[in-house]
């Protein structure tokens, strides 16, 4: 086991949906990060937190909104999506810079 | 040269053979390195972390040349299990990101 937990493992949803997709982490880690990764694609970073701050968007179109509350805690809320955007969204914690831990994804599809 | 640089494969090799792969990185004051697995449809695990010259552990063997800029994964005795994508990942060139930077990954099949 990882430590990092996601909910749900499994998402459809249409177009004119509002989902939101959880992360946690048990492992008293300071940084939380959202990936994507579509089918065979390498990994793209879309969001950093350390320490609850958001320090990293790496050009995320305004349909994915994350929040962190604190820092066992990390969500991305989904809106209006595209069908390009299913794929499988991973979770990761670490110690600031250190090895991340992977959450085992949700993998999301939508309509 | 990008931040990190992966050979994609695939790498088919039957199975007891060695396998090598390497993995190229920009930021030549980069401390700490790791290789992690990843399986079809499933999250990366680390497999090994990297942080002087080298790290052994059972059949998976990493080492790292600074000189070149490069750090190579060696695995011995290849396994049917050890089938999946291996991702090489360094610290960030920017030294104002705080991520890990991903390799795209090296895909090896190992066959009967």
């Known amino acids: 086991e990882t430590g990092v937990t996601q909910t749900p493992r499994h998402l459809v949803m249409g177009m004119t949906n509002k989902k939101s997709l959880k992360c946690e982490q048990h492992?008293?880690?300071?940084?939380m990060y959202w990936y994507k990764q579509s089918a065979k694609k390498p990994l793209e970073l879309m969001f950093v937190?350390?320490?609850?701050?958001?320090?990293e968007n790496n050009s995320v179109p305004s349909r994915f909104s994350p929040e962190c509350p604190n820092s066992s805690h990390l969500f991305l809320h989904l809106h209006t999506l595209q069908p390009e955007d299913s794929a499988l969204y991973l979770c990761?914690?670490?110690?600031?810079?250190?090895?991340?831990?992977f959450g085992p994804g949700t993998r999301l599809t939508v309509l | 040269r990008k931040e990190v640089e992966q050979d994609p494969g695939p790498f088919n090799v039957p199975e007891g053979a060695t396998v090598a792969f390497n993995c190229t990185y920009s930021?030549?004051?980069?401390?700490?390195f790791f290789w992690y697995r990843q399986d079809c449809r499933k999250e990366p695990k680390l497999l090994m972390s990297?942080?002087?010259s080298g790290n052994e552990d059972g059949r998976f063997t990493a080492q790292l040349n600074r000189a070149s800029q490069y750090i190579s994964l060696l695995i011995r005795d290849s396994k049917l299990s050890d089938s999946a994508t291996y991702l090489c990942?360094?610290?960030?060139?920017?030294?104002?990101?705080?991520?890990?930077?991903f390799g795209s990954g090296t895909r090896l099949q190992v066959q009967p």
């Open positions: 990761a914690s670490s110690q600031v810079a250190g090895e991340q831990f």
């Open positions: 492992l008293g880690h300071n940084a």
């Open positions: 937190y350390n320490f609850k701050e958001q320090t």
């Open positions: 930021n030549s004051a980069s401390q700490s």
């Open positions: 990297v942080y002087s």
């Open positions: 990942v360094v610290p960030p060139l920017d030294t104002g990101r705080r991520a890990l930077t």
